[in-house]
């Protein structure tokens, strides 16, 4: 794709982020706090990759990953709930497995759309993303989902066999937009209902 370029895609966009960070930033060292957030990185990237997700952006404690671009396949809301649900049952292994009480709980949302995709920016700095409604609502309903707890929309509920299990659907009011979005929800490990 040359620079600058973009091109219209169905993507799937995956928001990831840590619940309570700013209290922990507030109590640790700023070096323990930069491990935690590795063992978390560490932990949901191979995840996301596998899955043929793109890492767009870490966003401080937050990942925003991009699934059907560049890699193209037409399963890519279901390799995003996938990979979303893999990384819920990591943080509950690294949970279980930890010897301290400073713990990462991680929120996601997970929203299908249009969207233009490509490298955006300028010479000095440019990078490959996905612009697009899909984005926003992904990122606005990803800060409603609870520690463990997978959000996804109507459109990728769609996209997933039908038997599995999921709450809802319920509708919620999104920061920033006037009409209600149809939500599904999946706790995962000792969290879940």
């Not at 920016?121 to 309903?141: C, P």
């Amino acid at each position: 794709m040359p620079v600058g370029a973009g091109q219209r895609r169905q993507v799937t966009i995956f928001f990831a982020d840590c619940r309570g960070f700013s209290a922990l930033a507030e109590k640790l060292p700023p070096e323990e706090l930069v491990r935690l957030a590795n063992r978390y990185f560490g932990a949901c990237m191979p995840i996301l990759l596998r899955h043929d997700g793109c890492i767009d952006k870490l966003l401080g404690d937050g990942i925003m990953a991009v699934f059907g671009a560049p890699i193209v396949r037409p399963d890519h809301a279901a390799q995003a709930v996938e990979a979303a649900i893999e990384v819920q049952r990591e943080m509950e292994r690294l949970a279980a497995a930890s010897q301290t009480r400073e713990l990462v709980e991680v929120g996601i949302a997970i929203h299908t759309g249009e969207a233009i995709v490509g490298n955006v920016g300028t010479a000095e700095v440019m990078d490959f993303t996905a612009f697009g409604d899909v984005v926003n609502v992904a990122s606005r309903l990803q800060a409603l989902a609870a520690p463990g707890e997978v959000l996804v929309t109507e459109q990728v509920r769609r996209a997933l066999p039908s038997d599995e299990k999921w709450e809802g659907p319920r509708s919620v009011t999104l920061r920033g937009r006037h009409e209600p979005v149809s939500v599904y929800s999946r706790r995962i490990g000792k969290r879940s209902a």
